[in-house]
Each structure stands twice: as structure tokens, then as C-alpha cells.
């Protein structure tokens, strides 16, 4: 990872920012936020031609296939370009850092950051992974805590609300999920998701509630050089949600619903809307005898919301720098979790729900 200046940064481009899948449920909440930036002259790439529901002035709907060749000589050089689909195929990812451009990607999949972190290697531009949600504001969480010497250990858990229907691309992240084998941290060996449920407070004031465990991207959680251990879980709300899913990942069934992730996507959609609209994240730290030290509670608005403040207030951070990373970073190599939580404040001033609940055990 290298280091220069900002000013040399982002010659004649400076003010060219390119959302990949703009049509989303997190794409059109941040080409709306960005209705209060006019210095930008903002580029949504739809996969499908469809207009798009903002006052931007200087909006650009662009219609691309991001898995296509040749995508990147489409897009503005030396732009940030913020990802939102997991469509897009590493080389297009390396093609715009090797130009000079940032990237900034939301993907909760983690072999997909894997293959995006290999391709940044050695590329003049800047990538940064967990932007969003979880990961992001969770991946916050849990570095913060892990700056105590003691953690060996950090759970975080992520509980969504079905207030709402989600994106299609929300959506099948979820279902395909439940069926991706991950490498246990603790053994190293294969575990199907589910199989290593974990109990999270999720407030204080309430009874543990359950949460399957899956896989994350942790990059950045633990310090360089520092021997520690990741666990992710998800959870929904209301919980009775949680545990009808639990039963067919202990029957094996989660293979089944990742291969028809598309279908069960159009078939939730008729569900009704049940439980709240929001997130909740809880991040546990554990010493090594596995005695908890300190947690983090939050508890926020919609998680599309989230996520494209979430974007935002990084791009922010990267453009008031005086100096630019280049080739593979995390969220955590720009903003802390207090800038973020100001962050939030400002852009929910009246939302009562945004807040965090720490504790800590003394030394």
C-alpha cells in the first residue's frame, strides 16, 4: 500500500462519482442524497434503461451490462466509482484503479472481496472495501473494540427488520447466504451456516435473541499483526422470522435456497410486511478465557439508508484527506466509528432511534 499527496489525486476528474447498480434500493437513496451536492456531476449506470428519481442537476443515466467488456472506456477516468452490484467482475474493478480511480464497494460476499482485493494489488488507485452497513458501520464497531489488547474475540451480530421489503439484490444475498460453506475461524474447517447459532442482546433492556451464523468480510477488524478471531451472525426481526430459517439450515436445506435464490426472492415479495423498519448491530468483544470485555449496540434507521449515508460520508472523508492510500484498504484505513456516528447524526437529526449502547469491563 502506498501513500501521495491529494493534490495529486484526482487531476481533471475531481468531481466525476459513478454508481454501478444506481437503480437499486441503495443506489436511488444515494443519488438523492446527492441532490445536496451539486459539485458533482453523478453517474448511474443502470443495466436497464429507467429513469431516475431525482433532482441531481447534474445527473448521468448511463446504460451498461457492468459484466460486459469494455465497461471501464465507458466511464469517466480517475472518478470514484461506488459499487453496488456484485456483477461487476474484478478486472473491471482493476481496470478503473489502474487508471488512477477509487472504488468504493458495498459487497457482503466475502470470496467476491477476496477476488476485488487481489485485483487492486499494485493498481495506482485506491479500493476500499465494507462500505456500508454490514460491513462498514459493523466492521467500525468491532476495530473499535478490538483496539483493547485483550479481545481475542469479536461476534457481531446483524439483525434486519421486515418492516419493508428489501431490494431484489438485498434479497437474494440473503438466501444465497444461507446455502455458502464458510471456513470456520476457531477450527479451519468447513461449517454450514446455522450450524454455530449465537444469542445476541441486541438492547439492553431485552432477552437475548437468536442469530445464525454466516460469513462477512472482517478485514481491518483486528490490527496488523494482531491474533484474533471474527464470528458474523444474522438475524431478523420479529425473531419467530430467525427461527423458522433456522430449521431447514439444520435440515441441510440451505444449498437449496441458494440455488433458488431468484425465485424465493419474487416469492418474499408477497409476503406481508411484519416486525420494524430497522437495523440493529451488536459487536462483542471476548478476552482469551472467552469472559466478555465490552460490546457496541446500535440501532438505526432502514439499512439501505444506512448504507448510502454510510457511502457518503466516506467519500467525504476521502476528498477532505491530505493524503490518498492506494491499492487495497477497508473502511477502517478512513474513517473511525465516532466520525461515523456524528456523521449519522447530522443526516438523521430527528431520528430518536439512532444510538449506541457500549459497555465495558474494567481492567
Same mark, same amino acid.
Given at each position: ?48 434503461? %429507467? ?179 471474527? %464470528? ?26 441458494? %440455488? ?104
Amino acid at each position: 500500500m502506498r501513500i501521495e499527496s491529494a493534490k495529486t489525486r484526482r487531476a481533471g476528474g475531481a468531481d466525476n462519482l459513478v454508481i454501478l447498480g444506481g437503480s437499486g434500493d441503495v443506489g436511488s437513496r444515494l443519488i438523492s442524497l446527492l441532490s445536496d451536492h451539486e459539485g458533482w456531476k453523478v453517474w448511474a449506470v443502470f443495466r436497464r434503461r %429507467r429513469p431516475a428519481d431525482s433532482a441531481h442537476p447534474n445527473l448521468v443515466a448511463i446504460t451498461l451490462d457492468v459484466a460486459s467488456h469494455g465497461v471501464a472506456d465507458a466511464l469517466p477516468e480517475d472518478a470514484i466509482v461506488i459499487n453496488l452490484t456484485e456483477a461487476a467482475p474484478p478486472g473491471l474493478v482493476a481496470e478503473v484503479l489502474a487508471r488512477g480511480g477509487t472504488v468504493l464497494d458495498t459487497s457482503a460476499t466475502p470470496n467476491y472481496v477476496d477476488g476485488l482485493v487481489k485485483a487492486a494489488d499494485g493498481k495506482d488507485g485506491c479500493l476500499i472495501t465494507g462500505v456500508g452497513t454490514a460491513p462498514g458501520l459493523s466492521t467500525l464497531m468491532g476495530a473499535d473494540l478490538a483496539r483493547d489488547a485483550r479481545v481475542r474475540t469479536v461476534r457481531i451480530g446483524l439483525e434486519l427488520g421486515m418492516g419493508r421489503h428489501y431490494g431484489q439484490a438485498a434479497a437474494e444475498w440473503f438466501f444465497r447466504t444461507l446455502g455458502q460453506p464458510y471456513d470456520d475461524p476457531i477450527t479451519g474447517r468447513s461449517a454450514f451456516p446455522g450450524m454455530n447459532p449465537w444469542r445476541f442482546k441486541f438492547a439492553r433492556n431485552e432477552a437475548p435473541r437468536l442469530a445464525l451464523d454466516i460469513a462477512f468480510p472482517d478485514a481491518g477488524i483486528f490490527p496488523n499483526g494482531r491474533e484474533g478471531c471474527v %464470528r458474523s451472525y444474522l438475524a431478523v426481526d420479529p425473531p419467530l422470522v430467525t427461527r423458522l430459517f433456522a430449521v431447514p439450515q439444520r435440515l441441510g436445506l440451505g444449498r437449496w435456497m441458494a %440455488r433458488h435464490s431468484p425465485r424465493l426472492t419474487q416469492l418474499s415479495q408477497w409476503l406481508p410486511n411484519i416486525g420494524p423498519t430497522r437495523t440493529r448491530i451488536a459487536a462483542v468483544a471476548f478476552d482469551s478465557d472467552g469472559k466478555e470485555i465490552a460490546s457496541h449496540l446500535f440501532e438505526g434507521g432502514d439499512q439501505a439508508d444506512l448504507t448510502a449515508i454510510m457511502i457518503l460520508l466516506t467519500v467525504q472523508a476521502i476528498c477532505s484527506g491530505d493524503a490518498r492510500q492506494t491499492g487495497g484498504t477497508s473502511i477502517v484505513d478512513h474513517l473511525d466509528l465516532a466520525q461515523v456516528l456524528r456523521g449519522l447524526r447530522r443526516h438523521f437529526p430527528d431520528a430518536e432511534t439512532i444510538h449506541t449502547n457500549t459497555w465495558r469491563r474494567p481492567n
